[in-house]
Structure formats: structure tokens, C-alpha cells
């Protein structure tokens, strides 16, 4: 009778629902349902399509039917109506300074530091402000779609600490400049920070330590080789402000009779792992220098326009075979994170420089955001693309508003209509961060009122009173 009982059980579990094959793997997290642009090389879209992440690797990407008939899971998001995409990733900011936003505005990029941002800094800069200011940050890349971003900063082991801590990917690197600084009174002792920076973190699955040297203008050769050596002894990216203004182009050609290009060429700075901010007075001689190294190329829009910086020719980069990933730069001069904006900006930009309204297309904005951001910032076997091996960063899009439907083309929808609050959720190494806009690793309203208290210190240090 026993036997007869067991028997009944085992053939009720194989014919009905809960029979779990044999073929089948439990994995962490399915998400199923929705539109999934993966930016592999074939830039398939799946409609519908799921995607199985076990821990924190994608295992499984296809139609829901294929893999539900693999997989079930702990837990499953219903992605119906929605776009699935790789995280975007900002390749250039200063996620502290978003405790300047608004501070000074509709001024030229050399005033602006020279006259408000560098005082302020050298008045308010502490590792608390950078902690108060890093989580705010992370708080706005988190909602707007963000999973990874590139820094430069002072105090770079806070903002490690808090990026580590809220589970965000970061390459990281410890600014180096001549003058005195917040953290380290002469550029030795910054590129010291560096160096133990670097040695902290190397070994950390969310965060890349790199090296920061400010710019060729506020460096002297002895330190941008230092630094450059440095990085290639770690194998760490190197980040530079490269060729922003036409001010640094005249100082190199008062200094070395040479452009920026040229200089750091001389001097033997430029790598594969060099991650150019910027990049906006250069000559096709200078691309070709460019492209020869390899160095990756970080395009600002915002930040370029709103201080009238001029207009990166990134079709003429893109031509060259250099790789050019988008950011945001500080909030200080954007004065927002929100990488859709950066990229319709990207594309609106350049059909009106280059005359032509094919420069530079919805799919080239977003791989920029996506998989060309991975390659700047040396991730792409990581990150960038929704494929099977990779790492588990992604975000789910609403496509409920008003200005999203009809939708007849997702990518076209996401550069041209999308906005970062229309991000759902974000997922990075597996990990949820934000849920159906409910962010679970960081206490929203704390963050926002101690960010609004740490504001009101900045304007009594500037000898400003706080608005009425």
C-alpha cells in the first residue's frame, strides 16, 4: 500500500505543474515578458523575451517559452509592456559635485572653476560632504537607469565605500592635480592616495580603482608620466579632462608648440586603458592618435553645450574606429545624471553640427550609453550587453506615459521619448537596487535631508545665506 502511495505522488508530480524537469535549473531571478534589447553583436530585439540571471551572471537569454522550458526561478519580474536593456553606463562624472548643482550657472568653463567651483571646493570638500554628496548621486543613478558610472574625484575611498556598500559598479580613480587639494597638498602625496587607493580596491567585483591626473594644464610632465606609469604597473584605467576647451589648446601650443594630442603623445601617456574626457578641439591628425593607441573617448554633451565648450566630432571618431561612450560629467555643470537625456542630446547634437540628420542615429546614441561605454571604460567581457556570461546589469523601462505610445520602435522610443524617471527597476551583479521605483539599498528621504542640511553648510562656507 506503501508502495502503491508513492507511486500515486510520483506520477501526480511528473503529469501536473509542479513537476520539475530534470532539464530545468533553478537560478536566482527570471525576468520575463517584456521588449529585450540585448546590444549584442547582432543587436537582436526580443519581443517577447526573458532573461535567467543566477547569482550574478546572465545564464539564459530568449523568448519566455525557451526559458521557462530551462529554468525556474526564486523570484521572477513580469516585464510585460515594458523595455529590458542593458544598464546604461556613464563614462565620465564627479559624483560629489552634485552638492553644487545650481551653485553657478550660464558661465564659461574657466570662470566657472576658477571663480566659484575651485574656491567652493577648496572650502567644503570633506569626506563627509563627499559621502553625503556620493549617496545622493548614486540615489539619481539608481532611479535613472544608471548601473555603471566613472569618476573622478578627491577622497575616492568614500565614494568606494559608499558605491561598494549600495551595489553599484564603478571604475574609480583618485584625482591627481598640482595644486593643493581637498585630500593631498601636493601632487605626490595625491598620486600616493592613488597608489594605495588602487591596492585596496584591485581585487573588488564592483569597483575598478583607476588613476585620475586632472588634466595636461594643471599637471606638469614629471606627474602626468608618474601617473601614467602608475596605471600601467596596476593595469588600471587612466582618467583624463582631455582637449575640453580651446584655452587648453592654446596652452599647449604657448608651452610645447604642440595640441594636447600631440603632448601627451611626446610624452608617452596615451594607452588602451585611457579614458579621454572630452576630447573636443582635436584635428583628424589628433583622432588618428587617438585611434592608434586606442584610448577611449568619454562624450559630454550637456556639460559641453551649457558652457559652451564646443561639439566633440564624434561622427568623425566613430569613423575612425575610436570608441566613444557618453556621460554626464558633475552635476555641477549639467546639472542632472539622467543618461537618456544624454543620449537624445547626443543625437539631436550632432544631425544639427554635421548638417545631416543620419549623423548619428537612436541605435548609435544607445550603444554609446551601453556597449560602447563598456569598451571605453575597458569593461565590455563584463558589461554592456544583454548576453549569456555577462554580468547581471540591466534596467526594466515603463513604456506606460502618454509620450511613449504608440511604440512602433523601442530603440527609437528610448533615445527619443524616454526619461530616467521612466526606469522601473535597476539591477546591478544580480542584485536589485530599485523595484518598481522602490529603491531598496539606499533610504531615500534620509539621503535627501541630509543632502538639504550639507547644502546649507556650503552656502555659509561660501558666505552665501540660504534662499528665503
Same mark, same amino acid.
Given at each position: 500500500?506503501?508502495?502503491?502511495?508513492?507511486?500515486?505522488?510520483?506520477i501526480?508530480l511528473?503529469?501536473?505543474?509542479?513537476?520539475?524537469? $530534470?532539464?530545468?535549473?533553478?537560478?536566482?531571478l527570471?525576468i !520575463?515578458?517584456g521588449?529585450?534589447?540585448?546590444m549584442d553583436?547582432?543587436r537582436?530585439?526580443?519581443?517577447?523575451?526573458?532573461?535567467?540571471?543566477?547569482?550574478?551572471?546572465?545564464?539564459?537569454?530568449?523568448?519566455?517559452?525557451?526559458?521557462?522550458?530551462?529554468?525556474?526561478?526564486?523570484?521572477?519580474?513580469?516585464?510585460?509592456?515594458?523595455?529590458?536593456?542593458?544598464g546604461?553606463i556613464?563614462t565620465?562624472?564627479?559624483?560629489?559635485?552634485?552638492?553644487?548643482r545650481?551653485?553657478?550657472d550660464?558661465l564659461a568653463?574657466?570662470?566657472w572653476l576658477?571663480?566659484?567651483?575651485?574656491?567652493a571646493?577648496a572650502?567644503? /570638500?570633506?569626506?563627509?560632504?563627499?559621502?553625503?554628496?556620493?549617496?545622493?548621486?548614486?540615489l539619481e543613478?539608481?532611479?535613472?537607469?544608471? !548601473?555603471?558610472?566613472?569618476d573622478?574625484?578627491?577622497?575616492?575611498d568614500?565614494?568606494?565605500?559608499?558605491t561598494?556598500?549600495?551595489?553599484?559598479r564603478?571604475?574609480?580613480?583618485?584625482t591627481?592635480?598640482?595644486?593643493?587639494?581637498?585630500?593631498?597638498? !601636493?601632487p605626490?602625496?595625491?598620486?600616493?592616495?592613488?597608489?594605495q587607493?588602487?591596492?585596496?580596491?584591485?581585487?573588488?567585483?564592483?569597483i575598478?580603482?583607476?588613476?585620475?591626473?586632472?588634466?595636461?594644464?594643471?599637471?606638469?610632465?614629471?606627474?602626468?608620466?608618474?601617473?601614467?606609469a602608475?596605471?600601467?604597473?596596476? &593595469?588600471?584605467?587612466?582618467?583624463?579632462?582631455? $582637449?575640453?576647451? *580651446?584655452?587648453?589648446?592654446?596652452?599647449?601650443?604657448?608651452?610645447y608648440?604642440q595640441?594636447?594630442?600631440?603632448?601627451?603623445?611626446e610624452?608617452g601617456?596615451w594607452?588602451?586603458?585611457?579614458?579621454?574626457? #572630452?576630447?573636443i578641439?582635436?584635428?583628424?591628425?589628433?583622432?588618428?592618435?587617438?585611434? &592608434?593607441?586606442q584610448v577611449?573617448?568619454?562624450?559630454?554633451?550637456?556639460?559641453?553645450?551649457k558652457l559652451? +565648450?564646443?561639439?566633440?566630432? /564624434?561622427? +568623425?571618431y566613430?569613423?575612425?574606429?575610436?570608441?566613444?561612450?557618453?556621460?554626464?560629467?558633475?552635476?555641477?555643470?549639467?546639472?542632472?545624471?539622467?543618461?537618456?537625456?544624454?543620449?537624445?542630446?547626443?543625437?539631436?547634437? #550632432? &544631425?544639427?553640427?554635421?548638417?545631416d540628420?543620419?549623423?548619428?542615429?537612436?541605435?548609435?546614441?544607445?550603444?554609446?550609453?551601453?556597449i560602447?561605454?563598456? &569598451?571605453?571604460?575597458?569593461?565590455?567581457?563584463?558589461v554592456?550587453?544583454?548576453e549569456?556570461?555577462?554580468?547581471?546589469?540591466l534596467?526594466?523601462?515603463?513604456?506606460?506615459?502618454? *509620450?511613449?505610445?504608440?511604440?512602433?520602435?523601442?530603440?527609437?522610443?528610448? /533615445?527619443?521619448t524616454? #526619461?530616467?524617471?521612466?526606469?522601473?527597476?535597476?539591477?546591478?551583479?544580480? *542584485? /536589485?537596487?530599485?523595484?518598481?521605483?522602490?529603491?531598496?539599498?539606499?533610504?531615500?528621504?534620509?539621503?535627501?535631508?541630509?543632502?538639504?542640511?550639507?547644502?546649507?553648510?556650503?552656502?555659509?562656507?561660501?558666505g552665501?545665506?540660504?534662499?528665503?
Open positions: 500500500m506503501v508502495q502503491f502511495i508513492a507511486s500515486f505522488i510520483l501526480f511528473m503529469s501536473g505543474a509542479g513537476y520539475l524537469s $530534470a532539464a530545468q535549473r533553478t537560478v536566482s527570471i !520575463t515578458g521588449v529585450v534589447v540585448t553583436e547582432e537582436r530585439v526580443l519581443s517577447p523575451g526573458a532573461i535567467a540571471i543566477a547569482e550574478d551572471v546572465i545564464v539564459a537569454v530568449g523568448s519566455p517559452d525557451s526559458v521557462q522550458k530551462e529554468y525556474i526561478a526564486d523570484d521572477t519580474i513580469e516585464a510585460s509592456g515594458k523595455i529590458v536593456l542593458p546604461l556613464n565620465h562624472t564627479h559624483a560629489p559635485m552634485v552638492m553644487y545650481g551653485l553657478a550660464d568653463l574657466m570662470d576658477d571663480q566659484y567651483i575651485l574656491p571646493e572650502k567644503t /570638500v570633506t569626506p563627509e560632504f563627499v559621502r553625503v554628496g556620493t549617496k545622493l548621486a548614486l543613478m539608481i532611479r535613472s537607469g544608471t !548601473t555603471t558610472y566613472a573622478m574625484y578627491y577622497f575616492e568614500v565614494i568606494a565605500e559608499v561598494h556598500e549600495v551595489g553599484m564603478a571604475v574609480l580613480g583618485q591627481v592635480i598640482q595644486f593643493p587639494a581637498p585630500d593631498a597638498a !601636493t605626490r602625496e595625491a598620486l600616493d592616495r592613488a597608489s587607493f588602487i591596492e585596496r580596491w584591485k581585487k573588488d567585483k564592483l575598478t580603482p583607476a588613476v585620475a591626473p586632472h588634466s595636461m594644464f594643471t599637471l606638469d610632465r614629471k606627474m602626468l608620466e608618474a601617473s601614467h602608475l596605471s600601467q604597473q596596476h &593595469k588600471v584605467p587612466l582618467l583624463i579632462h582631455f $582637449a575640453e576647451t *580651446r584655452d587648453e589648446v592654446e596652452i599647449a601650443q604657448q608651452q608648440s595640441t594636447p594630442t600631440e603632448y601627451l603623445d610624452i601617456f594607452s588602451a586603458n585611457t579614458v579621454a574626457a #572630452h576630447g578641439w582635436v584635428s583628424k591628425e589628433d583622432i588618428a592618435v587617438l585611434q &592608434k593607441h577611449g573617448v568619454s562624450h559630454n554633451p550637456e556639460s559641453n553645450m559652451a +565648450s564646443g561639439t566633440a566630432p /564624434v561622427s +568623425s566613430l569613423a575612425a574606429g575610436v570608441a566613444v561612450g557618453l556621460g554626464t560629467d558633475g552635476a555641477a555643470s549639467n546639472n542632472d545624471l539622467d543618461m537618456f537625456e544624454a543620449m537624445r542630446f547626443t543625437a539631436l547634437l #550632432h &544631425k544639427l553640427h554635421d548638417n540628420p543620419r549623423a548619428v542615429g537612436a541605435e548609435v546614441a544607445l550603444e554609446m550609453a551601453t560602447g561605454g563598456a &569598451k571605453v571604460l575597458g569593461l565590455e567581457d563584463q554592456g550587453s544583454l549569456v556570461g555577462k554580468r547581471a546589469d534596467i526594466v523601462v515603463s513604456m506606460d506615459a502618454a *509620450r511613449q505610445t504608440p511604440m512602433y520602435n523601442p530603440i527609437s522610443n528610448l /533615445v527619443y524616454t #526619461h530616467g524617471d521612466d526606469v522601473v527597476t535597476t539591477i546591478v551583479n544580480g *542584485r /536589485v537596487l530599485m523595484r518598481d521605483k522602490d529603491v531598496l539599498t539606499l533610504d531615500e528621504d534620509i539621503v535627501i535631508s541630509e543632502a538639504r542640511a550639507m547644502a546649507i553648510e556650503v552656502l555659509e562656507a561660501i552665501v545665506r540660504e534662499p528665503e
